[in-house]
């Protein structure tokens, strides 16, 4: 009951964080006549994940002098080319239209122009923070919701003809602060008008024409925009981007009472068949040896298997150099991402902070690569490892290069089509740079640590000659028995699985935090009790080599998060885009799948290993077999 009074106040703590952030720690306030600059980012398309800088599409105005803002790595990464523009917004001033240039476009820019908005390519761009919004209206309550970014034009589907939105008008709403002025809110309304004077259009008309693109002859177009001053008494600039962050708990904690019934039923599996069955072998193995030795022995191997291979269950792994840097590297992910859930459940990695999870990520991993280091090499001494220096090393290199060659394969691609999303040299350099001089190091030195401390001292002994393994069912050969093993825990996190989705391929600002330390929680038990019932199955038909097999049976549902990626891409972002496509884009989106997938696959995977590792350590303990 103690327990009970400090754990219901953190569950109801964690579960209504789920949209809590700290907005900031330095506002801006701006005084009537304050110059306020607009930057531009990029282009980006929920249906193509192939992001460009917004000065790189060749039908846009460019000033003359452009200056671009350092970027942290996270921004980098995440494709944010962030630059100044020719936008003039002055606090309190507004602006019925203002001409921001003409510009004559090739045929090609022409075709290029149609291309980027039949794809339904948007804009973002930047005041005060805040990234350009599209305005909805929830039906329910009346109030606004945002979605990032605006589109770059209409495309037509019956006529097959794309308009370029060449006028935006710009509403920018704020709350008086003293004196001064606080940003609350950046909304975008384009429009298309055709328009080649080179003067304002007239705004007032509307019957007046598109402006279309696309087709292989030159077009002349004049940029124009709008400016509108409007105070919001209803947001606060402490909840400016609430907005942004609009989501329906009612999904989620729809997802958390799916996942919990299906921890409570695998719970009762675990409870009643395995605990039920040791309670009995355990009875039996603890009657009176001096009178009943012989019998016992043969009801022994009548009745459990488990037992017969006590001299082997603790046999080193095969291949255990590799698989001690693996779950090595696991420990460092999963700390990583413990750490990073935590800042953001308390609310510090604010979305005002750009490219920050990714930032946050990247140097906690490379700050925790002792921990790797530590734990990696004290397994590998508990296998019988005598070679430290060479666990050290491959720690440090097997995932991180594996994951950074897929990504360089990846980058030359993404160069070729001159995205925003490649990594530029410099990043490339320091990243490298970072992994030698910060991670290598530190994993070393966890190492050193860690292969001076003690190995695991095993309950039992290890036999010379290995045990034969019998013939195995059907339903515990690898294909089978994987697949069966991953299917609760993907069932457990599927329903949260479309939100992360969203939040990487869809630009949509994931923020529930909260919800994600439940999920994630609810699926390393299920992972847990899966590996545990399976590594018991696999010991009672007389297999004694589980140590892969628990990681294997750990990491399965790995297979269905890849597989329901790509129902993602072809039903969310190819849905009714089938003349868009290219082998670019699907590779982007198969290879970072693929990234994220082998992440998902070492962590769950190292769960079910020691999580099957300190049961069986457990289980053969109590019965003290010699």
């Known amino acids: 009951m103690r327990a009970a009074g400090w754990l219901l106040p953190l569950f109801t703590y964690v579960a209504g964080a789920w949209g809590f952030y700290i907005p900031s720690l330095s506002p801006q306030t701006f005084k009537v006549g304050d110059k ?50 020719d936008y003039e917004l002055v606090m309190g001033k507004n602006t019925t239209c203002q001409v921001l240039c003409a510009k004559e476009l090739s045929a090609e820019e022409s075709v290029e122009a149609g291309r980027f908005i039949e794809q339904d390519y948007m804009a973002e761009w930047l005041v005060d923070k805040l990234p350009s919004a599209t305005v909805y209206m929830r039906p329910l309550d009346k109030g606004k919701s945002y ?34 002025r606080r940003i609350v809110g950046f909304e975008a309304y384009p429009r298309s008008i055709q328009n080649s004077s080179g ?48 989501t329906s708990a009612q999904v989620h904690w729809y997802a958390i009472f799916n996942s919990a019934v299906i921890v409570l039923l695998l719970s009762g599996v ?46 080193a792994p095969a291949y255990g150099g590799l698989l001690a840097p693996l779950l090595g590297t696991t420990v ?3 700390y990583t991402a413990i750490a990073t859930v935590a800042l953001g459940t308390l609310g510090i990695l604010s979305p005002s902070y750009r490219g920050g999870l990714l930032t946050t990520g990247i140097v906690l991993f490379m700050l925790l690569g002792s921990a790797a280091g530590y734990y990696s090499a004290h397994l590998y001494r508990t296998w019988g490892g005598r070679n430290w220096r060479k666990n050290a090393l491959m720690t440090a290199l097997t995932v991180p290069m594996l994951l950074m060659a897929i990504e360089l394969v990846l980058n030359v691609f993404l160069w070729y089509r001159a995205s925003s999303a490649a990594m530029p040299f410099s990043t490339i350099v320091l990243l490298l740079a970072l992994w030698a001089c910060v991670e290598l190091p530190l994993t070393v030195a966890g190492a050193w640590f860690g292969f001076r401390r003690a190995p695991y001292s095993e309950p039992l002994r ?39 989705l969203k939040s990487i391929w869809q ?11 439940i999920i994630g929680l609810i699926l390393a038990l299920t992972v847990c009790e899966t590996t545990i019932i399976m590594v018991w199955l696999l010991l009672n038909s007389g297999h004694h080599r589980w140590w892969w097999r628990s990681f294997a049976y750990g990491a399965s549902s790995s297979l269905y998060f890849f597989g329901y990626s790509l129902v993602f891409y072809f039903t969310r972002l190819r849905a009714g885009m089938p003349d868009t496509a290219g082998l670019v884009p ?21 769960m079910g290993f020691f999580a099957a590792y300190f049961f069986i350590r457990r289980i053969y303990s109590m019965v003290k077999l010699s």
């Open 507 to 517: 630009d949509a600002f994931y923020y529930e935090y909260g919800f994600t330390v």
């Open 462 to 500: 290890t036999n010379a000659i290995p045990r034969p393994i019998p013939p195995q069912p059907s339903y515990l050969l690898w294909p089978l028995s994987v697949l069966l093993a991953g299917a609760l825990p993907f069932a457990v996190v599927f329903i949260e699985m479309f939100f992360v």
């Open 332 to 334: 460092q992910i999963m």
């Open 36 to 85: 306020v600059p607009l930057e531009v980012n990029r282009a980006f398309s929920e249906h193509v994940p192939l992001p460009f800088a917004y000065y790189d599409l060749p039908f846009v105005c460019k000033p003359q002098h452009i200056e671009r803002p350092w970027l942290n790595i996270g921004e980098v990464l995440r494709g944010d080319r962030t630059a100044s523009s």
């Open 199 to 246: 003067a304002c259009p007239d705004l007032d008309d509307p019957e007046v024409a598109k402006l279309a693109v696309g087709q292989k002859h030159s077009v002349r177009v004049t940029y124009s925009y709008s400016v509108h001053w409007i105070e919001d008494a209803s947001v606060h600039w402490s909840r400016r981007w609430d907005r942004y962050l609009t």
């Open 270 to 315: 675990v409870a009643v068949i395995l605990m039920r069955m040791l309670n009995r072998d355990v009875a039996m193995f603890a009657r009176d040896l001096a009178d009943e030795e012989a019998e016992l022995r043969d009801d022994i191997e009548e009745t459990s298997g488990w037992k017969l291979l006590h001299g082997d269950v603790f046999r």
């Open 586 to 606: 699907a590779l982007t989106f198969v290879l970072h799948s693929l990234l994220f997938t082998i992440v998902y696959a070492l962590c769950t995977g190292s």
């Open 147 to 180: 979605e990032p970014g605006f589109r770059l034009g209409d495309y037509d589907a019956g006529k097959k003809q794309a308009y370029l939105n060449n006028h935006v008008s710009l509403h920018i709403l704020y709350e008086n602060h003293g004196t001064g």
